[in-house]
Structures are given as structure tokens and as C-alpha cells.
């Protein structure tokens, strides 16, 4: 993340919004976030991608424009684990492999 936030000057302050809205908020009552579904039986924590997220840099370009943010919410243990975050322009998904071998060992 350290060359995004050389390019995008904001993006650490976003970052810090974002993870203080998911300790308000619970993952499916964030708008345009939806469970990741399709990662096989072994992968029981869910699994959520963030299209809607805010950042300061992309101000007037819509809300689904910029950054994805992939994370695990377990919500027993009242824990979020950061899987991803990426420009939609420079990968077109989450990686489903690094997940499901990262998520299966749990």
C-alpha cells in the first residue's frame, strides 16, 4: 500500500475512515459490500468485498470509482483481517486462490 499512498495522498485517511465505519457498522449494512461466495465449503469465515469505497482522491468521480478492499469478518472474536486492497484498474478481481489457501488453514 505504500506506493498507493505515495500516488493517492488521501488514501490513509480513507483507510482510517473505512476501519472505523466497520466497527460500527456490520459488513452487510455497509452499502456496496457483499459476501464472497464461490470459495468452497473449507473457507467458513466470511469473506467480504467493498466496491464502495471512499477516498478523498476520487472526489466527484462516484463512489464505485478507485479502490476495491477484500477482508474476513470473524465476527466471534469481534476481528476484521485485511486480505486485499486494490485499484479496480489494475486487477480486475480478488484473488480467490490467496484466499481460500490463506482462510482454509482456519
Same mark, same amino acid.
Given at each position: 500500500m505504500?506506493?498507493?499512498?505515495e500516488k493517492y495522498r488521501h488514501l490513509e485517511?480513507? !483507510?482510517?475512515?473505512?476501519k472505523k465505519a466497520l466497527e460500527i457498522n456490520q459488513p452487510q449494512e455497509m452499502r456496496g459490500t457483499f459476501r464472497i461466495s464461490?470459495?468452497?465449503?473449507n473457507v467458513k469465515i466470511p469473506i467480504y468485498k467493498v466496491k464502495h469505497f471512499r477516498s478523498l482522491d476520487f472526489k466527484g468521480k462516484g463512489?464505485?470509482?478507485? !479502490?476495491?478492499?477484500i477482508y474476513a469478518h470473524m465476527n466471534e472474536e469481534h476481528k476484521i483481517i485485511f486480505i486485499e486492497f486494490y485499484h479496480k484498474n489494475n486487477t480486475t478481481n480478488h484473488d480467490v486462490k490467496r484466499i481460500k489457501k490463506y482462510f482454509e488453514e482456519y
Open positions: 505504500s506506493r498507493a499512498i485517511d480513507d !483507510f482510517e475512515r473505512f464461490g470459495l468452497g465449503i463512489s464505485k470509482s478507485g !479502490f476495491r478492499v
